[in-house]
């Protein structure tokens, strides 16, 4: 657990980099929203997290279909996050 607040911040300032120089569309920044999103939910941070995997789902819906495995993925996590936010 103590790697967590460092992967979080690492993530939150590779997500800032990527959304100034690559864009908030681009494939890797909505990869890094996802992945961003599954750091606070191993810490517990459903409701900080869901926003970061919506954004990762919408990005994917959009570029890869609905059908897509990583979409479904996206999915997934969101659903996740949704049930154990509405729990808090």
Same mark, same amino acid.
């Given at each position: 657990? *103590?790697?967590? $607040?460092?992967?979080? %911040?690492?993530?939150?300032? /590779?997500?800032? @980099? %990527?959304?100034?120089?690559?864009? $908030?569309?681009? #494939? ?8 961003? #999103? ?12 869901? $926003?970061?995997? %919506?954004?990762?789902?919408a990005?994917?819906? *959009? /570029?890869?279909? *609905?059908?897509? $495995?990583? /979409?479904?993925? #996206?999915?997934?996590? @969101?659903?996740?996050? /949704?049930k ?5």
């Amino acid at each position: 657990l *103590k790697q967590y $607040p460092d992967a979080e %911040q690492e993530r939150r300032a /590779t997500l800032a @980099v %990527q959304e100034r120089t690559l864009g $908030p569309a681009h #494939a890797e920044t909505l990869t890094n929203c996802h992945n961003l #999103a599954l750091c606070l939910r191993a810490m517990n941070k459903s409701q900080e997290a869901l $926003p970061y995997a %919506q954004r990762a789902l919408a990005g994917k819906q *959009k /570029t890869l279909g *609905k059908d897509h $495995p990583r /979409t479904q993925a #996206a999915q997934r996590l @969101v659903d996740e996050l /949704t049930k154990q936010a509405a729990r808090a």
